[in-house]
């Protein structure tokens, strides 16, 4: 094995022995990722943590919640997993635990009455306003109080640019577009 040392990367303090990284990220490129990887991370973490501790609430179970309030007659589960980022059992343990305490409800699809959909409840509803002031001030506490409105602004176009939609987008992930 080759000893060759190459320069450190941003953040890393000293040369790393071998080979060196290939297609190696430019100095900017890693500050972006890591940032938005370590912003993200330390959100989410510290969310987690309050919500399960003020409201008995972990992320994923929250996440269900927030994306059904705008789904009043419900979601199938497999559009609420698709929304929420999650795999068919991990959608399925979120809206088993959420059910059990009666937040959400599994009912007859009225387009089909073959499948189910997803429904919160009015306890869910009520569960899920008294945890989006946790979450509105965790994530004001960890990340949105740091910048001033101009800088959240510009926060938002390069979201735009970097990833169309993460913005302006009403569902997330946006449906795959049609091959034209």
Same mark, same amino acid.
């Given at each position: 094995?080759?000893?060759?040392?190459?320069?450190?990367?941003?953040?890393?303090?000293?040369?790393?022995?071998?080979?060196?990284?290939?297609?190696?990220?430019?100095?900017?490129?890693?500050?972006?990722?890591?940032?938005?990887?370590?912003?993200?991370?330390?959100?989410?973490?510290?969310?987690?943590?309050?919500?399960?501790?003020?409201?008995?609430?972990?992320?994923?179970?929250?996440?269900?919640?927030?994306?059904?309030?705008?789904?009043?007659?419900?979601? !199938?589960?497999?559009?609420?997993?698709?929304?929420?980022?999650?795999?068919?059992?991990?959608?399925?343990? !979120?809206?088993?635990?959420?059910?059990? &305490?009666?937040?959400?409800?599994?009912?007859?699809?009225?387009?089909?009455?073959?499948?189910?959909?997803?429904?919160?409840?009015?306890?869910?509803?009520?569960?899920?306003? !008294?945890? +989006?002031?946790?979450?509105?001030?965790?994530?004001? &506490?960890? %990340?949105?109080?740091?910048?001033?409105?101009? +800088?959240?602004?510009? %926060?938002?176009?390069?979201?735009?640019?970097?990833?169309?939609?993460?913005?302006?987008?009403?569902?997330?992930?946006?449906?795959?577009?049609?091959?034209?």
């Amino acid at each position: 094995m080759s000893s060759t040392r190459r320069t450190p990367a941003p953040g890393v303090s000293a040369p790393i022995p071998g080979p060196p990284e290939p297609d190696a990220f430019t100095p900017a490129e890693f500050a972006a990722w890591r940032g938005m990887l370590r912003s993200y991370e330390s959100v989410i973490r510290e969310l987690d943590r309050r919500l399960r501790a003020e409201h008995e609430l972990g992320f994923d179970a929250y996440g269900v919640l927030i994306t059904l309030v705008t789904e009043p007659g419900g979601l !199938a589960i497999g559009e609420l997993g698709q929304r929420r980022n999650l795999s068919p059992s991990g959608i399925s343990r !979120a809206v088993d635990r959420v059910a059990r &305490e009666g937040l959400v409800e599994r009912r007859p699809n009225p387009a089909d009455q073959r499948s189910l959909v997803v429904v919160l409840t009015d306890t869910g509803l009520r569960r899920l306003r !008294a945890a +989006q002031v946790t979450h509105h001030a965790v994530v004001r &506490e960890r %990340f949105l109080s740091r910048l001033d409105e101009r +800088q959240l602004e510009r %926060f938002a176009e390069l979201w735009e640019t970097a990833v169309p939609g993460s913005v302006t987008a009403a569902l997330w992930p946006p449906p795959p577009e049609e091959p034209g």
